[in-house]
């Protein structure tokens, strides 16, 4: 199968720090990678898709430069909550596929706490 | 109209039950279709990717697409309590890469 590892599982920060999550394809290459955020009880809101060395797309009302995207490898993506808030509080979920008709793999998921 | 519409449950069965779940959606440019399964604090596990209309077995569960009434089902046999978890349905275009989800059934199988 096709395994995604992201990591921290669980991390607690102080308002106005920074946060950097990480997403790895561990047995295949990713050519793209998207990035979720979901709320308690709630669905999968698509952030933003991750392309391999170019910059990343941002769904309507995501704002960029508070989750700045990096895919510099075919097997890593990242991203930074900036000056985290209370309000950015939530569970965040990368996801990959090995190619365009391929099905997307989650991680397990990293649930920030902004205090 | 949401694009994709899934009950959100919660359904609760007792073990051993056949179970349906169930979503409709309102794209017909959809092509892929998948479920998946969710435990509480963890990522989302695909269980069935399927493509066009059709039947697919995998083990206890039964995935089926009918196109000509934009109806996705996925039924479990024989379920069993470690079952419980959300189910979110997924779809995707021919060519694009961006998933629609349902907004997932939480399923509750009791012994």
């Known amino acids: 199968g096709a395994v995604v590892s992201q990591h921290p599982s669980r991390v607690i920060c102080k308002s106005g720090t920074s946060v950097k999550i990480e997403c790895r394809s561990l047995d295949f290459q990713a050519t793209t990678m998207f990035w979720y955020r979901q709320f308690p009880k709630q669905s999968l809101m698509l952030m933003a898709t991750?392309?391999?060395?170019?910059?990343?797309?941002?769904e309507q009302g995501v704002e960029k430069d508070k989750f700045l995207i990096n895919h510099a490898s075919l097997t890593l993506s990242t991203l930074t909550v900036t000056s985290a808030h209370p309000e950015d509080s939530s569970f965040y979920i990368c996801?990959?596929?090995?190619?365009?008709?391929?099905?997307?793999?989650f991680g397990n998921g990293t649930r920030l706490t902004v205090t | 109209q949401k694009e994709v519409e899934q009950d959100p449950g919660p359904l609760s069965v007792p073990e051993g039950a056949i179970v349906s779940l169930n979503c409709t959606y309102s794209?017909?440019?959809?092509?892929?279709f998948m479920w998946y399964r969710q435990y509480s604090r963890k990522g989302p596990e695909l269980l069935m990717y399927t493509y066009s209309s059709g039947n697919k077995e995998d083990g206890r569960f039964t995935a089926q697409v009918d196109k000509s009434s934009k109806y996705i089902s996925l039924f479990i046999r024989d379920s069993q309590p470690s079952d419980s978890a959300t189910y979110l349905c997924a779809q995707r275009e021919e060519y694009g890469n961006k998933l629609v989800f349902g907004a997932g059934t939480i399923l509750r199988v009791k012994s």
């Open positions: 996801s990959g596929s090995r190619g365009v008709n391929s099905p997307l793999h």
């Open positions: 794209n017909s440019a959809f092509q892929y």
């Open positions: 991750s392309n391999e060395g170019s910059k990343a797309t941002y």
